[in-house]
């Protein structure tokens, strides 16, 4: 799968009710986790054995794991709950009906665009596992690290400026339906404002 090394290959389902019981959940986190998944199974396990690529300091190993949906709508934060619940680096392929997008837990949910699973891959690049998780990340949420960020600061500014791009496009549309010069004048103040920040 993703077009990952032969020998990082294996097929080993989680069964759900494991899941339920290791972590003790309660009917209504089973429920939405019933609601969305019908099976989960752990397709890949990248070592360094099995990839040539030293540990890191923090990434000793990841799994990929295939997440079968019930529907394309799911709600993404049960895929958040499986990843806090498994203590492990985990890359999700999130299939649903031969389309799969990928999904990865690093200090929020990522997630790529769908595309046909047959089409899906990642690669493996970096001196070490952690440089290796890093430019998963990077590929998975679609994140470009400018010069002198690290990954974690890059994630925390771009959820930053997509905020404000937000609340750009919301007082702009409030703008231009305001009827009262003085109040649209404001919110116009109130756009340009924001435009200075995302400078």
């Known amino acids: ?28 986190a089973k429920a939405k986790i019933d609601a ?13 054995s099995k990839v040539n690529i030293p540990a890191g300091e923090e990434v000793k ?33 999130l299939e649903h009906d031969g389309q799969s997008r990928l999904a990865i837990y690093h200090t929020k949910l990522m997630q790529s665009e769908w595309k046909t699973t047959a089409t899906q891959q990642i690669e493996l690049h970096g001196l070490d596992l952690d440089r290796v998780w890093e430019n998963v ?5 679609d994140v470009t ?10 994630i925390v500014e771009d959820e930053k400026r997509q905020k404000l791009e937000k609340e750009i496009a919301r007082l702009e549309k409030l703008a231009r339906a ?10 116009v103040q109130q756009v340009n404002k924001l435009k200075g920040l995302l400078r």
């Open 145 to 154: 690290v400018e010069k002198g960020r690290s990954l974690d600061e890059q």
């Open 137 to 141: 990340v990077v590929t998975v949420g």
């Open 36 to 48: 969305d998944i019908s099976k989960i199974s752990i397709v890949n396990e990248i070592t360094p």
């Open 178 to 187: 305001e009827k009262q010069p003085k109040k649209k004048f404001e919110l």
């Open 1 to 28: 799968m993703l077009g990952l090394p032969k020998a990082t290959e294996m097929n080993k389902q989680l069964p759900k009710k494991a899941i339920y019981a290791k972590f003790q959940m309660n009917t209504a």
């Open 61 to 93: 190993s990841f799994f990929v794991l295939l997440v079968s949906l019930k529907r394309k709508d799911y709600e993404e934060r049960t895929i958040g709950m499986l990843s806090k619940l498994i203590p492990q680096n985990i890359l999700f392929v």
